[in-house]
């Protein structure tokens, strides 16, 4: 006879049968043990709603689980009592496939919708029941077993006819929800829902409010502190209970969580995520146990509910007598471990001044002081929002000029939103990250690092918090380059908020002109300092050559003198201003030497247009010999030469003012 199995493929094989890690019954129940809850003898895979004791008790099915039989085994199971709600799916071996995925999601979705339902139903069904219940039951006596075992008074429990105390849990929304019966052991109203549940002991007056895990524990509290007490059952509920009280009082309430300390370490993790998420202190007793067993012991309450605050308030006597001179970063003008604001208009130096003055900082020792002001040096973090390119240029002359070999700098590859918590978070850690904390962090420029409106007081606020925040962890002084206002009365203020001056230790305002002026407009501790005077000095960049071969320069800012005001006997600097207005209607020439340069025709139309002078007068302000005319006294000053059909500018500082504004913000 013919072997047919040839013919069919083989001998016959039964259905593949998924190899799972271990089985998905031990599998589920080393979920739930994982998430607090210890798991039935019995786990059936189903996709039916199922539940048991998670504490072993009788008459106490506040667990679930729902596990669907496909492949991979997948389902929900929880805990109502303990407000636990997890997600389960076998272990394969393998990667799951995309309709496996998907096949999982849905049945996750699923069970969830039978665990609500049937939730939701068992809630409705007891929530006619514990108000019967409640409206029938009697008020506790003070000498209840339990009232008397905790030493505690009944505060409005009552009993059931058995004799046990029944304590009230109140929804969200105020109405009664459940019930607690406390005898030889503790146990909810069957189906009552609970997650979210509290009840307060005493008024809530606007005082400090204490959140408490249990009746007894709340019990204790209240009586000792004269304080009101929210209980919130158990530490699950812990979050969502502080979460509706601070929704319900603001952000300024106080409130605190009396946590167990229990061995597993779940009170003070709850308490934790309550005050992670929704802001509050916690305290818990030194040794195992809860408030009231701390308080049962003979030991003193009241001390960990309410702790000494470290000397906050300190006699001003004793203020007074211990001497806190400023420390500086540099002497008079930049304080340590302080906030401070440099601005300017666009191309007035700001930043050639703020480099000049970290570059100082930052020198290791090389440079000591910054214009006569002593230097104390240290780690520099530059956080620069713009301007790569130009700053690489900068850096390097001011390196070549100073003859410093090294910074103990560090320069940032972009600018971030400092305001937001990504962005924080990503300068704090790369900052973490270096080998030494830097003694000052400039934030270049301040709109660069800003998520939002800087005229806006809540973005400033957010700014302002950030730049608190670095100040404190790295002890660090915080330099924000900022701009001034567009009017001219705006000039030697901040752009934006108020909010900014407010906060500030010191505030620097930068002049431009062909002599910049150094304005401290705000010193909060120590007297201003005095005005400082700076000139911008082109440098050569040794080695750098551009595409044509030529020599890159940039610029250093160096000390200059006190400018002479313009008057009848000295009117240089109007003659100047002149130029240069003319200079910039025409959009900045340059001859070939590389200097502003204005033809006399341009010259001459810019009188006739913008001065309105009349043909005579123009002509006149240009000849070379009419004494007090612009022509002929910058040409006597030298800062300027006749070239071609027109002018040069030649003064070294007045040419470097020019160029440098031609290429962007200083």
Not at 94 to 120: F, G, N, Y
Not at 350 to 377: C, E, I, P, Q, Y
Not at 465 to 473: H, K, P, S, V, W
Request: glycine fraction near 10%; proline fraction near 6%; aromatic fraction near 6%.
């Amino acid at each position: 006879m013919a072997d047919i199995t040839k013919i069919m493929g083989g001998p016959y094989r039964g259905a593949t049968v998924e190899a799972y890690s271990e089985p998905p019954e031990v599998q589920i129940a080393d979920a739930m043990r994982s998430a607090g809850i210890e798991p039935p003898a019995d786990i059936r895979i189903d996709g039916q709603l199922h539940r048991f004791s998670t504490k072993g008790r009788k008459r106490d099915d506040s667990g679930w689980y729902i596990v669907f039989p496909d492949t991979p085994v997948a389902g929900r199971f929880g805990c109502w009592r303990d407000g636990i709600d997890g997600t389960f799916r076998a272990n394969l071996n393998r990667e799951l496939t995309v309709p496996e995925q998907m096949s999982i999601a849905r049945r996750q979705s699923e069970a969830k919708a039978l665990r609500d339902a049937e939730r939701q139903r068992k809630a409705e069904v007891a929530a006619d029941t514990v108000q019967a219940i409640w409206r029938d039951a009697t008020g506790a006596s003070p000498d209840h077993p339990y009232l008397a075992k905790k030493n505690i008074k009944p505060h409005g429990v009552r009993t059931t006819g058995d004799g046990r105390l029944i304590v009230p849990l109140f929804g969200p929304d105020g109405d009664l929800s459940s019930l607690q019966y406390i005898g030889e052991d503790k146990r909810y109203h069957p189906g009552a829902a609970t997650r979210g549940c509290s009840w307060t002991l005493g008024d809530l007056d606007g005082s400090t409010i204490f959140v408490a895990e249990g009746f007894a524990t709340a019990a204790t509290i209240h009586e000792v502190s004269n304080r009101p007490v929210v209980v919130a059952y158990s530490a699950n509920n812990l979050p969502e209970v502080v979460r509706q009280l601070r929704e319900r009082h603001g952000a300024t309430q106080d409130i605190v969580v009396v946590a167990d300390n229990d061995a597993s370490g779940v009170g003070r993790n709850k308490a934790d995520e309550a005050s992670a998420k929704h802001g509050c202190r916690i305290v818990m007793p030194p040794e195992l146990g809860d408030a009231n067993d701390y308080a049962l012991a003979g030991h003193d309450l009241m001390a960990i509910l309410f702790p000494p605050q470290d000397d906050w308030l300190i006699p001003a006597d004793d203020f007074s007598a211990q001497p806190a001179p400023i420390k500086w970063l540099v002497k008079r003008w930049i304080q340590r471990e302080g906030l401070v604001m440099i601005h300017g208009p666009s191309g007035s130096g700001k930043t050639f001044m703020v480099l000049d003055m970290m570059g100082s900082v930052a020198s290791r020792g090389a440079v000591g002081d910054w214009f006569g002001n002593k230097v104390r040096h240290g780690s520099v973090v530059y956080l620069a929002g713009e301007g790569h390119h130009g700053l690489r240029g900068r850096l390097a002359a001011w390196k070549a000029h100073n003859k410093v070999d090294a910074l103990n700098m560090y320069i940032s590859a972009h600018g971030l939103d400092l305001n937001a918590p990504d962005g924080y978070q990503k300068a704090v850690e790369a900052i973490r990250g270096l080998p030494e904390v830097p003694t000052a962090i400039v934030v270049d420029t301040l709109h660069r690092h800003l998520q939002g409106d800087e005229n806006s007081a809540q973005d400033a606020k957010g700014m302002l918090d950030a730049c608190g925040a670095l100040i404190q962890e790295f002890k660090a002084t915080v330099v924000l380059v900022h701009h001034t206002g567009v009017s001219a009365e705006a000039q030697h203020r901040a752009r934006g908020s108020s909010a900014w001056k407010g906060a500030l230790d010191v505030e620097i305002s930068v002049i431009p002109g062909d002599t910049i002026e150094i304005v401290q407009r705000k010193s909060k501790d120590a007297e201003a300092a005095p005005n400082l005077f700076a000139e911008l000095q082109s440098v050569p960049i040794a080695g750098w050559y551009d595409e044509d071969g030529e020599q890159v320069t940039s610029a250093v800012m160096i000390e200059g003198v006190e400018p002479i005001k313009p008057t009848k006997d000295n009117p240089i600097i109007k003659h100047q201003r002149t130029f240069e207005m003319a200079w910039k209607g025409v959009k900045n020439p340059i001859d070939p030497d590389g200097r502003p340069y204005i033809s006399r025709d341009d010259l001459l139309q810019y009188h006739l247009n913008n001065l309105g002078l009349k043909p005579a007068s123009a002509a006149q302000n240009l000849k070379p010999s009419a004494d007090g005319r612009i022509v002929c006294e910058l040409l006597r000053s030298g800062d300027m030469v006749t070239s071609g059909d027109g002018w040069s500018v030649t003064g070294s500082s007045w040419k470097t003012a020019l160029l440098l504004g031609v290429e962007g913000d200083g």
